[in-house]
Nanobody, 118 residues
Framework: VQLQASGGGLVQTGDSLRLSCAAS????????MGWFRQAPGKEREFVGG????????VYADSVKGRFTISRDLAKKTIFLQMNTVKPEDTAVYYC????????????WGQGTLVTVSS
């Protein structure tokens, strides 16, 4: 399984950015795909997740109302639309897969860096 995240970069406070994550080599059913982030010196935190079949989403309070997760079923790709970004959104963003029948996220992408300047 490979997860290829892209779309990171340097933006200014209040800007928008869209991250993508394409999954390949997936031969099992997906339960969720999600986004996590890790800021410098901090632990990795959950950003949001999407039920692969249902399309239902859940978000961390810190991004609720600003970030939106969507998917392309055919391409096994998820997106993270980041609006009104803040300096505290600066982090390496990782996508991950929660396989069906498993207890949590088990497959991780390499991460893409988002830097928000003030």
């Amino acid at each position: 399984v490979q997860l290829q995240a892209s779309g990171g970069g340097l933006v200014q406070t209040g800007d928008s950015l869209r991250l993508s994550c394409a999954a390949s080599g997936v031969t099992f059913n997906l339960n969720y795909m999600g986004w996590f982030r890790q800021a410098p010196g901090k632990e990795r935190e959950f950003v949001g997740g999407l039920g692969w079949l249902s399309g239902r989403t859940v978000y961390a309070d810190s991004v609720k109302g600003r970030f939106t997760i969507s998917r392309d079923l055919a391409k096994k790709t998820i997106f993270l639309q980041m609006n009104t970004v803040k300096p505290e959104d600066t982090a390496v963003y990782y996508c991950a897969i929660h396989p069906a029948g498993r207890d949590g996220y088990e497959f991780w992408g390499q991460g893409t860096l988002v830097t928000v300047s003030s």
